[in-house]
């Protein structure tokens, strides 16, 4: 397996297992700033936190959960160890937690601003804030467009920077910047990333682990994913319902303190 195709493992650590965050694609642990490390060292009892972050070029026909597995393996902390502490994604990777939780590794799930690669026939679009949701702004997508066009890795990382986390100054944005402009590259590589299998919902009502759903507010471009959230708290049958007032793409980072108290406290008392 080339270097490209592999999940990056960050943070690994001795002791308990750990909490595994896993970063959203085109990024790395960068993505997570101190967050993650933050959360492990407020919740104690030795847990550690683990970032994974998905291969630049995965191998045609890759198993998500599969591929993850195998990186952990390799650092000591496959199967054999017993259940991750949790696992936390965002977005669309919610489907990959959820999938480590029914084969019975990971102990606990947190699911930041989850989201759906695909819907159910049956979606329910018509609630409040719904019609506030639309593409990304004009601007943002001309300028895309042009930072693409020009192969300017800077101006794309400026961009991301400024419209992912908005909030985000000083050495952590320097940071993001780099990454982003790291990542550059994989944009004008064949797509090989297919969409995680599954409409992850439908896998919630047996699922026998707590779960906490920290959502963005009921409107505005966020309102679809609180829509998700609220349909998985009513879906998993030990599912816990956090709203936070931030409706950033990468709230752990323009808002931390709005999901630090939720996630240790709930992470404490798994």
């Known amino acids: 397996m080339s270097e490209s195709s592999r999940v990056g493992v960050t943070g690994v650590s001795s002791g308990e297992a750990p909490v595994v965050f896993l970063s959203p694609i085109l990024t790395d642990h960068r993505v997570w700033g101190g967050f993650a490390q933050t959360v492990t060292e407020q919740v104690g009892s030795g847990i550690g936190a683990i970032v994974c972050s998905w291969p630049v070029q995965p191998e045609d026909g890759f198993d998500s959960v599969a591929i993850v597995e195998a990186a952990l393996e390799e650092h000591g902390l496959g199967p054999s160890v017993g259940p991750l502490a949790a696992v936390v994604a965002t977005g669309d990777d919610a489907a990959v937690a959820v999938r480590f ?6 102990q606990a799930l947190v699911l930041i601003r989850p989201m759906l690669s695909r819907y159910p026939e049956d979606f329910d679009l018509a609630f409040d804030g719904c019609d506030e949701i639309g593409p990304p702004p004009e601007e943002y997508l001309d300028a895309l467009g042009a930072a693409m066009a020009a192969g300017d890795p800077a101006a794309y990382a400026e961009l991301q920077v400024r419209f992912l986390a908005p909030t985000v100054t000083g050495e952590l944005a320097v940071t993001l910047r ?4 790291e990542t550059f590259a994989a944009l004008s590589l064949p797509l090989r990333w297919v969409p995680h299998p599954g409409v992850w919902l439908e896998d919630l009502a047996d699922l026998d682990v707590p779960v906490l ?14 829509r998700v959230a609220q349909l998985a ?30 996630m240790v406290g709930f992470l404490a008392g798994r």
């Open 101 to 106: 939780a029914r084969r019975g590794r990971a």
């Open 178 to 181: 780099s990454m982003f402009a």
């Open 213 to 226: 759903l920290l959502a963005p507010p009921f409107g505005g471009s966020a309102a679809l994913s609180a």
């Open 233 to 262: 708290a009513d879906a998993a049958p030990r599912a816990e319902l956090v709203t936070y007032a931030d409706d950033s793409e990468l709230p752990w980072l323009s808002a931390p303190d709005q999901l630090v108290g939720p």
